[in-house]
């Protein structure tokens, strides 16, 4: 009988990510027998432990610095930038050798659950490092106890130098990140027979399958997710989106790298619209220069195209970068039509691009704000409509606009509004 192992790794907060993971798991009713975490891994795996979907959810859209941190380490920012915020730790480890973890215990005394985690029966097991005597420290629920818990979940996500090491039995305890950050082999010694393994991609040490007749099923964030040391409730907002509909998409259930959709939405539109895309294409390439051309053809992609080989996840790739270029939000769940009409509706409502005052702002060497991609891609669409060739000679610079571009003018057809 299979035993089914979900491996949470390290990643600060980008832990949010994981708990999108486990409601789409909970959502597929994928039964899961044992969880294993390092970190915020730990963290996230109690939750799982205790089948506490709807406190996990709580935990992490309240998020904040102030939830996380005493304002005396971490004091309220008017303008939290990337580099202020890595200052602060940085002036709180010289200074008094790490965050304060009082916050996180007072967190894990709210959202510990003792009598549902040792009466669930989803093993669990986490990894941290013994800093006294330099080894790893791995626990399993047979090892803790209501009281030891905490420690040792705390132990686990103290991620040193951010956070001070913990203190066990006066010996001090640091992330289990330093041993391994996502322990698959954990999972395994503890009876898994498959696993799904969630990877934030954080800093951490990974360490080699011991047995590798275990299938394992990765799944990572395919959307940039904000540095794991900042927390906000809106960012891991965005996380939960993402981790949900990444699992989703590994499963089969909706479609999509970076941007998600219903199911079978691509493939239908992409036998909807590729011939017609490629007819165009070929009808704008036909009568020009053939030095420009070659410029173009530089691009594999491109290749593929004229040849008539514009291949389904080629072709999807555009859909993308057409998202992309007009800012959608990529946490969403797409139909095709509506994402369809929203990049016509989009374009409509950008500016015209005016290419003298550009040339003038070049020449005036001006170049702040002079390049909008949305302005580019309406370049390119009312060129393709007027065929003006000329500006064709910008497609080397830019040709994830053009395609964006063509594909608007393909789906647009003879429709007055799409």
């Given amino acids: ?240 989106k993402f981790g949900y509909n990444d699992t989703m998409k590994t499963f089969g259930k909706l479609d999509g790298n970076k941007f998600t959709f219903r199911k079978h939405n691509l493939i239908k539109n992409y036998n909807l619209y590729n011939d017609l895309f490629e007819d165009n294409l070929n009808s704008i390439f036909k009568n020009v220069d053939n030095l420009i051309l070659n410029k173009i053809f530089l691009s594999a992609s491109f290749k593929e195209i004229v040849n008539r080989n514009t291949r389904y996840n080629n072709f999807n790739d555009i859909l993308e970068k057409a998202g992309k270029i007009f800012n959608f939000d990529e946490s969403n769940i797409y139909d095709i039509h509506t994402y369809n009409r929203g990049l016509l509706n989009t374009l409509s409502n950008t500016e015209s691009i005016d290419v003298e005052k550009i040339k003038n702002k070049i020449k005036d060497k001006d170049i702040t704000n002079v390049i909008d991609n949305r302005q580019i891609t309406k370049y390119f669409y009312e060129s393709i409509i007027k065929e003006n060739t000329a500006a064709l000679k910008y497609i080397p610079l830019f040709s994830d606009e053009f395609l964006t571009a063509l594909y608007i003018y393909t789906i647009k057809g003879n429709k007055i509004t799409y």
């Fill in 1 to 240: 009988m299979e035993t089914l192992g979900l491996v949470l790794s390290g990643g600060g907060s980008k832990g949010a990510y994981e708990i999108g993971v486990y409601k789409a798991l909970k959502k597929l009713h994928i039964k899961i027998d044992i969880v294993t975490g390092t970190s915020i891994g730990a963290v996230n795996g109690m939750f799982v432990a205790q089948k506490d979907l709807r406190g996990a959810l709580k935990f992490w859209k309240n998020s904040s610095f102030s939830t996380m941190y005493r304002e005396e380490d971490f004091p309220p920012m008017e303008d939290p930038t990337l580099s202020k915020i890595y200052a602060q730790y940085v002036k709180t480890f010289i200074n008094e050798g790490g965050m304060d973890v009082s916050k996180m215990e007072k967190m894990f005394d709210e959202y510990f659950k003792p009598y549902r985690f040792f009466n669930s029966n989803i093993d669990y097991g986490l990894v941290t490092y013994n800093f006294s005597k330099k080894k790893p420290v791995f626990k399993t629920k047979k090892d803790l106890t209501a009281k030891n818990t905490k420690s040792y979940v705390i132990a686990s996500a103290s991620c040193y130098p951010a956070f001070k090491p913990y203190i066990i039995d006066d010996e001090l305890y640091i992330d289990g990140g330093y041993h391994d950050n996502i322990p698959i082999n954990l999972a395994i010694e503890m009876g898994a027979t498959k696993v799904i393994a969630v990877d934030l991609r954080a800093i951490g040490l990974k360490k080699k399958l011991q047995d590798e007749s275990v299938e394992v099923t990765y799944i990572a964030p395919r959307n940039k997710i904000a540095s794991f040391l900042i927390f906000d409730k809106d960012k891991a907002k965005e996380a939960i």
